[in-house]
């Protein structure tokens, strides 16, 4: 079990008591040190662990008890080297491809651990190395470092002790947040000050992100600690040019190390299988070996005694009854080989070559970032063929963190398009010319957009564009740095935000600087001061943001911007007309994925705003209910507002999103997204991947804040799935009562349901007593979204399915909020992305982009398993036709366990005669090619159902083998017994029926492994030939006169070959044994693919029968979204820096001009608008044209329940 679910120690940490620069006091504590350690190996540990890691594997262990049996030589026939060579050799494979994942592990661990960090040490600053950071130091970072350890902030370069940081590590969301220290220690800047500091008393460590309760001791006075004076370890500091903080909690025990989960040894389907497998051959091995000992006491009991004249017993022989038990082992020994050593040799070798396929495979190379596929560990390939559950972070998984300003709508006219010179819209490639921005200095050279006429209505100054762009330059709490004259860089709390402000950058209206009295644009080219009078910041109730301001003029006027039914609803009746016409257009931005807002304003009288003011001032001083007084006083100065416009922003998924999830759903995969967003973004990109849509029957959000509402929202969706489906299906209800119970009946649902659960329901519904309605709900839904789930959630819900489902789990993310989902899953693919390569570092896959999974999984994956299981197949097929005909033999020689083969043939069999043309399909074969496997997902489901290689294949192919061992043997028996030479001498000795078997063997094998090969390469056609001349080659040499000579005791088969082999009627009796082994199944297999032909053989039928006119390539039709749901929020969906701005805490005392700035690109985090609300869930839009007025009206509050 992963220890995130079982992690106890036996003295449990009631309380923290930290005393600063106290290191004695705190060791006494043993606390954790910052050293950490993820590999799973050390030198001394790893011989131990590694070889009991491998002898997992029944295999290995059923090889040790051969090998000491060897070693007995009154009951060995073989050598004790035929064991102990290939045993070894196994062993030393998969250990060193252990040590070496294991090596890579080491390597970013000692990164990580070698950081310099600058450290309080008695008086002074030093530089230490992150591992030697303890509990209690005070630590000085710098801007853009990495945070050591879970600190507490004391005081910052920026004013009132506030810094910014970047949690994309911790939860995903690249958009800046607010740390505060203390007012009290906020002047600690001197070192000699902090050198003072006293002692802190808080929680013991634990996984909880969002969560911190703790006090501080100061001065003898106590000051309460949350977790908005925590930088946790993960975060990077930003835009704050130093910060000083006392480590609370180091190491192992910081919150994201104690949400990562253990590196697991993962093991394939297949592996546990074989283990099955092993033991059911190995009783099959014992039943036969008490059958051969039986016979051989019988036999010395009834005819062996009287040969003791001329052939007397040895003198521990001294009763049949023991000669028996003695024959039991021998024959125990000489039958192994059902199961050899070389099947493990050939799967490792097979697994190194699919994991180079898949490291060479330049379709899924990404040439922007010269980023390969990677397999990081080779023994998962085949497991990559069975995925049933795939659950995906969203963040830089499914999105580029790139934020982008698509369209707009001003006064009625929409911009965006580009149209051709027959006035038709043109699809937007790269090829497409973009607007040319030379005419302003101060643009963002990366900001593209494809419609001049936009530009040219800026250049026109026309009214209501630039009143637009002034909106968008004014109404925001973006924060701006100009590091030199020209190069402005902003701080954007909302990636969202910064697009705006950033598209009106580009056209005119540059945001320069703010305080917390003012806001300077630079207007066309003319610096325009503006008096900022307030800001009605946004939340998630009021869903909008305005800011009042005075113009140059004197003109006092409010902006707005918000969701567009919010808005509406708080317009002038004037603005009627073109609240429809943009409301149609937001309808269509919406339908393409993009996610809008609308923008109002509204003209202040003097007067008016004077009076408001007066009454704004009173409730920001009330104690009581100033919330909600604040809110009324917001309502009603913006009633009467102004329609200018809407925006449509594109949160862009990664390039082949949508495509690739349509395709792997058709595959049967069940995708789930896991995301530390907030519902609406994670919302919206269901909405724009596709795996939501309006045509969905019913979209759950399970939001409840306590178990009881948690459980009764789950119970109450899943019966109304049970329900309608109960009745749309059959309209049996007792059937249906019957179905509910079965967990088979969500393979009997036709309707499409999605649920959504936000993290604190999703806490509830993880608990014990709640897991399997969640489990049973999720799996009667097509779609499942998690959203504000910590990383530990992730991995106990990627658990769960793996607990309660036979299902193999594949989990994808790209940052460290991801390593424990990916660490849990069977399968943990990293993306490298812009979050760090920490996911990459604990993945068993990794590449660049999303929609390589789809290779990954339906051709690569497909493919390995595919090959695997034909592999297996004809494994276990050819050594039961080999080692059998010892058993059957045994009858006709007395139980003397004596061998049928020359020794030599009995050791090169596995190793030389047959290894490289089953190697050869288990690495070339293909039963479709990959353009077909992209094409027809559905051949993906066999993997999902294990058809290929089960206990049933596995029955069936043994039985094959042992049918063919019996007519290898019986065929050339009858044929001997009444056979003599031409020149009429007697042809029946052992030696001369041993070569014609043997060679028999070789050639039934060969031919079936001929049929059996689907795709033949040049590789193919000489290992199944060259095995052949190899085998008569060595045949020929090992009996020869010359070798004979010089070891007569080695090579005792002196010349039977020549002797044997010149007989025609031995070929004939060849010939004919090997007609009789191969023909019935040959007929089976044409009669199958003829009368109940599979879709892989339909498919491969077409592929031959089109083969002539070329492959064809996939051509994906491009999947677009088509809902009317809108996305309102260009916000950061929690309060907003308003009230931080107009105080002007975060404003340098030197300039208040001079901000700080976001040091990359505006990136990606995805909102969803209009929330309205049936039992606090969420509606969809309808898509219609809404009728003035009433209808309108109408339209927007009867949606589409998301129950």
């Given at each position: 079990?992963?220890?995130?679910?079982?992690?106890?120690?036996?003295?449990?940490?009631?309380?923290?008591?930290?005393?600063?620069?106290?290191r004695?006091y705190?060791?006494?504590?043993?606390?954790?040190?910052?050293?950490?350690?993820?590999?799973?190996?050390?030198?001394?540990?790893?011989?131990?662990i590694?070889?009991?890691?491998?002898?997992?594997?029944?295999?290995?262990?059923?090889?040790?008890?051969?090998?000491?049996?060897?070693?007995?030589?009154?009951?060995?026939?073989?050598?004790?080297?035929?064991?102990?060579?290939?045993?070894?050799?196994?062993?030393?494979?998969?250990?060193?491809?252990?040590?070496?994942?294991?090596?890579?592990?080491?390597?970013?661990?000692?990164?990580?651990?070698?950081r310099?960090?600058?450290?309080?040490?008695?008086?002074?600053?030093?530089?230490?190395?992150?591992?030697n950071?303890?509990?209690?130091?005070?630590i000085?970072?710098e801007?853009?470092?990495?945070?050591?350890?879970?600190?507490?902030?004391?005081?910052?370069?920026?004013?009132?002790?506030?810094?910014?940081?970047?949690?994309?590590?911790?939860?995903?969301?690249?958009?800046?947040?607010?740390?505060q220290?203390?007012?009290?220690?906020?002047?600690?800047?001197?070192?000699?000050?902090?050198?003072d500091f006293?002692?802190?008393?808080?929680?013991?460590?634990?996984?909880?992100?969002?969560?911190f309760?703790?006090?501080?001791?100061?001065?003898?006075?106590?000051?309460?600690?949350?977790?908005?004076?925590?930088?946790?370890?993960?975060?990077?500091l930003?835009?704050?040019?130093?910060?000083?903080?006392?480590?609370?909690?180091?190491?192992?025990?910081?919150k994201?190390?104690?949400?990562?989960?253990?590196?697991?040894?993962?093991?394939?389907?297949?592996?546990?299988?074989?283990?099955?497998?092993?033991?059911?051959?190995?009783?099959?091995?014992?039943?036969?070996?008490?059958i051969?000992?039986?016979?051989?006491?019988?036999?010395?009991?009834?005819?062996?005694?009287?040969?003791?004249?001329?052939?007397?017993?040895?003198?521990?022989?001294?009763?049949?009854?023991?000669s028996?038990?003695?024959?039991?082992?021998?024959?125990?020994?000489?039958?192994?080989?059902?199961?050899?050593?070389?099947?493990?040799?050939?799967?490792?070798?097979?697994?190194?070559?699919?994991?180079?396929?898949?490291?060479?495979?330049?379709?899924?190379?990404?040439?922007?970032?010269?980023?390969?596929?990677?397999?990081?560990?080779?023994?998962?390939?085949?497991?990559?063929?069975?995925?049933?559950?795939?659950?995906?972070?969203?963040?830089?998984?499914?999105?580029?963190?790139?934020?982008?300003?698509?369209?707009?709508?001003?006064?009625?006219?929409?911009?965006?398009?580009?149209?051709?010179?027959?006035?038709?819209?043109?699809?937007?490639?790269?090829?497409?010319?973009?607007?040319?921005?030379?005419?302003?200095?101060?643009?963002?050279?990366?900001?593209?957009?494809y419609?001049?006429s936009?530009?040219?209505?800026?250049?026109?100054?026309?009214?209501?564009?630039q009143?637009?762009?002034?909106?968008?330059?004014?109404?925001?709490?973006?924060?701006?740095?100009?590091?030199?004259?020209?190069?402005?860089e902003?701080?954007?709390?909302?990636?969202?935000?910064?697009?705006?402000?950033?598209?009106?950058?580009?056209?005119?209206?540059?945001?320069?600087?703010?305080?917390?009295?003012?806001?300077?644009?630079c207007?066309?080219?003319?610096?325009?001061?503006?008096?900022?009078?307030?800001?009605?910041?946004?939340?998630?109730?009021?869903k909008?943001?305005?800011v009042?301001?005075?113009?140059?003029?004197?003109?006092?006027?409010?902006?707005?911007?918000?969701a567009d039914?919010?808005?509406?609803?708080?317009?002038?009746?004037?603005?009627?007309?073109?609240?429809?016409?943009?409301?149609?257009?937001?309808?269509?931005f919406?339908?393409e994925?993009?996610?809008?807002?609308?923008?109002?304003?509204k003209?202040?009288?003097?007067?008016?705003?004077?009076?408001?003011?007066?009454?704004?001032?009173?409730?920001?001083?009330?104690?009581?209910?100033?919330?909600?007084?604040?809110?009324?006083?917001?309502?009603?100065?913006?009633?009467?507002?102004?329609?200018?416009g809407?925006?449509?922003?594109?949160?862009?998924?990664?390039?082949?999103?949508?495509e690739?999830?349509?395709?792997?759903?058709?595959?049967?995969?069940?995708?789930?997204?896991?995301?530390?967003?907030?519902?609406?973004?994670?919302?919206?990109?269901?909405y724009?991947?596709?795996?939501?849509?309006?045509?969905?029957?019913?979209?759950?959000?399970?939001?409840?804040?306590?178990?009881?509402?948690?459980?009764?929202?789950?119970?109450?969706?899943?019966?109304?799935?049970?329900?309608?489906?109960?009745?749309?299906s059959?309209?049996?209800?007792?059937?249906?009562?019957?179905?509910?119970?079965?967990?088979?009946?969500?393979?009997?649902?036709?309707a499409?349901?999605?649920?959504?659960?936000?993290g604190?329901?999703?806490?509830?519904?993880?608990e014990?007593?709640?897991e399997h309605?969640?489990?049973?709900?999720?799996?009667?839904?097509?779609?499942?979204?998690?959203?504000?789930?910590?990383?530990?959630?992730?991995?106990?819900?990627?658990?769960?399915?793996?607990?309660?489902?036979?299902?193999?789990?594949?989990?994808v993310?790209?940052?460290?909020?991801?390593?424990?989902?990916?660490?849990?899953?069977?399968?943990?693919?990293?993306i490298?992305?812009?979050?760090?390569?920490?996911?990459?570092?604990a993945s068993?896959?990794?590449?660049?982009?999303?929609?390589?999974?789809?290779?990954?999984?339906?051709?690569?994956?497909?493919?390995?398993?595919?090959?695997?299981?034909?592999?297996?197949?004809?494994?276990?097929?050819?050594?039961?036709?080999?080692?059998?005909?010892?058993?059957?033999?045994?009858?006709?020689?007395?139980?003397?366990?004596?061998?049928?083969?020359?020794?030599?043939?009995?050791?090169?069999?596995?190793?030389?005669?047959?290894?490289?043309?089953v190697?050869?399909m288990?690495l070339?074969d293909?039963?479709v090619?990959?353009?077909?496997?992209?094409?027809y997902?559905s051949?993906y489901?066999?993997?999902?159902?294990?058809?290929?290689?089960?206990?049933?294949?596995?029955?069936?192919?043994?039985?094959q083998?042992?049918?063919?061992?019996?007519?290898?043997?019986?065929?050339?028996?009858?044929?001997?017994?009444?056979?003599?030479?031409?020149?009429?001498?007697?042809?029946?000795?052992?030696?001369?029926?041993?070569?014609?078997?043997?060679?028999?063997?070789v050639?039934?094998?060969?031919?079936?492994?001929?049929?059996?090969?689907?795709?033949?390469?040049?590789?193919?056609?000489?290992?199944?030939?060259?095995?052949l001349?190899?085998?008569?080659?060595?045949?020929?040499?090992?009996?020869?006169?010359?070798?004979?000579?010089?070891?007569?005791?080695?090579?005792?088969f002196?010349?039977?070959?020549?002797?044997?082999?010149s007989?025609?009627?031995?070929?004939?009796?060849?010939?004919?044994?090997?007609?009789?082994?191969?023909?019935?199944?040959?007929?089976?297999?044409?009669?199958?693919?003829?009368?109940?032909?599979?879709?892989?053989?339909?498919?491969?039928?077409l592929?031959?029968?089109?083969?002539?006119?070329?492959?064809?390539?996939?051509?994906?039709?491009?999947?677009?979204?088509?809902?009317?749901?809108?996305?309102?929020?260009?916000?950061?969906?929690?309060?907003?820096?308003?009230?931080?701005?107009?105080?002007?805490?975060?404003?340098?005392?030197?300039?208040?001009?001079?901000?700080?700035?976001?040091?990359?690109p505006?990136?990606?985090?995805?909102?969803?608008?209009?929330?309205?609300?049936?039992?606090?869930?969420?509606?969809?839009?309808?898509?219609?044209?809404?009728?003035?007025?009433e209808?309108?009206?109408?339209?927007r509050?009867?949606?589409?329940?998301?129950?």
């Amino acid at each position: 079990m992963p220890t995130w679910r079982r992690n106890e120690p036996t003295n449990v940490e009631k309380e923290r008591r930290v005393k600063a620069n106290a290191r004695e006091y705190n060791e006494k504590f043993l606390y954790a040190n910052n050293h950490i350690k993820t590999s799973k190996y050390n030198i001394f540990t790893f011989l131990p662990i590694n070889l009991f890691e491998q002898f997992q594997r029944v295999a290995n262990a059923y090889f040790v008890v051969l090998l000491i049996l060897q070693l007995i030589p009154e009951i060995s026939s073989l050598s004790w080297f035929t064991t102990i060579v290939p045993l070894v050799l196994v062993l030393v494979i998969t250990a060193v491809k252990d040590a070496s994942d294991d090596y890579f592990r080491h390597k970013s661990d000692q990164q990580v651990n070698n950081r310099q960090s600058q450290v309080l040490i008695r008086g002074s600053l030093q530089k230490e190395k992150w591992m030697n950071v303890r509990v209690g130091d005070i630590i000085k970072l710098e801007n853009n470092q990495f945070v050591a350890a879970d600190i507490l902030l004391l005081c910052s370069s920026e004013p009132y002790g506030l810094c910014y940081i970047e949690t994309a590590e911790l939860d995903g969301e690249t958009n800046l947040k607010v740390r505060q220290a203390l007012s009290v220690t906020s002047d600690l800047g001197d070192v000699s000050k902090l050198m003072d500091f006293d002692e802190v008393v808080c929680e013991p460590p634990n996984n909880k992100l969002d969560k911190f309760t703790g006090t501080l001791h100061w001065k003898d006075n106590k000051y309460s600690l949350d977790n908005e004076n925590m930088l946790l370890r993960g975060c990077i500091l930003r835009n704050t040019e130093w910060c000083f903080g006392m480590v609370i909690f180091a190491g192992l025990q910081t919150k994201l190390m104690q949400n990562c989960g253990r590196t697991k040894f993962k093991r394939t389907s297949i592996d546990k299988l074989m283990n099955t497998l092993v033991l059911w051959i190995f009783a099959f091995l014992i039943c036969m070996g008490v059958i051969l000992a039986i016979g051989n006491t019988i036999w010395e009991t009834c005819i062996g005694r009287k040969f003791e004249l001329f052939l007397p017993r040895d003198d521990f022989q001294s009763s049949a009854v023991f000669s028996g038990f003695l024959t039991f082992w021998s024959y125990i020994i000489i039958l192994n080989t059902v199961v050899p050593i070389s099947l493990y040799v050939s799967v490792e070798v097979l697994r190194l070559g699919h994991s180079f396929f898949i490291n060479w495979d330049r379709k899924m190379y990404h040439s922007q970032t010269d980023t390969s596929a990677e397999a990081r560990t080779t023994t998962l390939n085949e497991e990559l063929g069975q995925v049933e559950f795939l659950f995906s972070d969203k963040t830089g998984t499914l999105t580029q963190n790139v934020m982008v300003f698509s369209k707009c709508s001003i006064t009625g006219r929409t911009y965006g398009d580009v149209y051709d010179e027959f006035n038709e819209k043109v699809e937007i490639t790269e090829k497409t010319a973009c607007v040319d921005f030379s005419f302003n200095p101060l643009c963002d050279q990366g900001f593209k957009f494809y419609d001049c006429s936009l530009v040219e209505a800026v250049k026109r100054e026309e009214s209501a564009v630039q009143e637009f762009f002034r909106l968008l330059a004014l109404c925001h709490t973006v924060m701006p740095e100009e590091k030199s004259e020209g190069k402005l860089e902003y701080q954007a709390q909302s990636p969202d935000e910064g697009a705006l402000v950033t598209a009106a950058r580009n056209f005119g209206f540059i945001f320069r600087a703010r305080t917390p009295e003012t806001i300077t644009l630079c207007e066309m080219g003319r610096a325009v001061t503006y008096e900022l009078l307030a800001i009605l910041d946004f939340n998630n109730v009021r869903k909008r943001m305005s800011v009042i301001v005075r113009n140059p003029q004197g003109q006092i006027k409010l902006y707005c911007k918000g969701a567009d039914t919010i808005v509406f609803d708080r317009l002038d009746p004037s603005s009627e007309n073109l609240m429809y016409t943009t409301s149609e257009h937001l309808s269509e931005f919406a339908g393409e994925g993009l996610r809008t807002l609308a923008l109002a304003y509204k003209d202040l009288s003097e007067e008016y705003y004077q009076v408001w003011k007066k009454k704004l001032h009173y409730a920001s001083t009330v104690i009581e209910n100033r919330d909600e007084q604040l809110a009324v006083l917001y309502e009603e100065i913006e009633q009467g507002m102004k329609l200018l416009g809407a925006t449509a922003i594109e949160d862009k998924l990664q390039e082949g999103v949508p495509e690739t999830i349509a395709c792997l759903n058709l595959a049967d995969i069940k995708i789930w997204v896991l995301t530390g967003d907030k519902l609406e973004t994670a919302m919206n990109i269901g909405y724009s991947c596709n795996m939501l849509r309006d045509d969905m029957n019913e979209v759950f959000v399970i939001s409840g804040l306590t178990q009881l509402e948690v459980q009764q929202q789950l119970r109450s969706a899943k019966e109304l799935i049970l329900g309608l489906s109960r009745v749309n299906s059959t309209g049996d209800v007792e059937k249906g009562d019957m179905f509910a119970e079965d967990s088979v009946f969500e393979e009997a649902i036709i309707a499409e349901y999605a649920l959504v659960v936000n993290g604190h329901s999703l806490a509830h519904a993880l608990e014990p007593q709640l897991e399997h309605t969640l489990l049973d709900l999720a799996c009667l839904c097509k779609t499942v979204i998690c959203c504000r789930v910590t990383p530990m959630q992730k991995a106990q819900v990627v658990e769960l399915v793996r607990r309660h489902k036979r299902a193999v789990t594949l989990a994808v993310g790209d940052g460290a909020n991801d390593v424990s989902m990916i660490k849990t899953a069977h399968i943990g693919v990293g993306i490298s992305g812009q979050e760090g390569m920490q996911a990459v570092l604990a993945s068993d896959y990794s590449f660049a982009q999303f929609r390589y999974l789809q290779r990954l999984l339906l051709v690569h994956g497909r493919w390995s398993y595919f090959r695997m299981c034909h592999f297996l197949a004809y494994f276990f097929y050819k050594n039961f036709a080999f080692t059998l005909v010892h058993f059957w033999y045994g009858f006709f020689c007395g139980f003397s366990a004596q061998t049928v083969y020359d020794q030599w043939f009995i050791t090169l069999f596995n190793i030389v005669y047959t290894s490289l043309p089953v190697l050869a399909m288990g690495l070339f074969d293909q039963d479709v090619n990959e353009q077909n496997s992209l094409r027809y997902p559905s051949l993906y489901k066999p993997g999902q159902q294990n058809l290929l290689f089960n206990k049933r294949q596995f029955f069936l192919c043994t039985l094959q083998g042992m049918v063919t061992s019996f007519l290898l043997f019986f065929i050339p028996y009858g044929a001997f017994t009444v056979r003599v030479k031409e020149g009429g001498s007697d042809f029946s000795d052992q030696q001369a029926f041993a070569v014609t078997i043997a060679t028999t063997l070789v050639i039934v094998v060969s031919v079936q492994i001929g049929l059996d090969t689907h795709y033949w390469t040049a590789v193919n056609h000489l290992f199944v030939w060259g095995s052949l001349i190899m085998y008569f080659a060595v045949l020929f040499a090992m009996q020869s006169d010359g070798l004979f000579g010089i070891f007569p005791s080695s090579f005792p088969f002196l010349g039977t070959a020549r002797n044997c082999l010149s007989e025609k009627s031995v070929w004939l009796v060849i010939l004919l044994t090997t007609v009789v082994c191969i023909l019935p199944g040959l007929v089976v297999s044409f009669l199958r693919v003829d009368l109940f032909p599979t879709l892989t053989d339909k498919v491969r039928h077409l592929q031959q029968s089109s083969k002539k006119q070329g492959p064809k390539e996939q051509n994906l039709r491009r999947v677009r979204r088509t809902s009317s749901r809108r996305s309102a929020y260009a916000f950061s969906h929690q309060q907003g820096y308003g009230e931080l701005i107009t105080s002007g805490k975060n404003m340098r005392m030197s300039t208040l001009s001079s901000t700080v700035s976001l040091e990359r690109p505006a990136q990606s985090s995805s909102w969803i608008e209009n929330i309205l609300k049936r039992k606090n869930e969420v509606s969809c839009i309808s898509p219609e044209r809404p009728d003035p007025p009433e209808s309108h009206k109408d339209s927007r509050a009867s949606a589409d329940r998301l129950t």
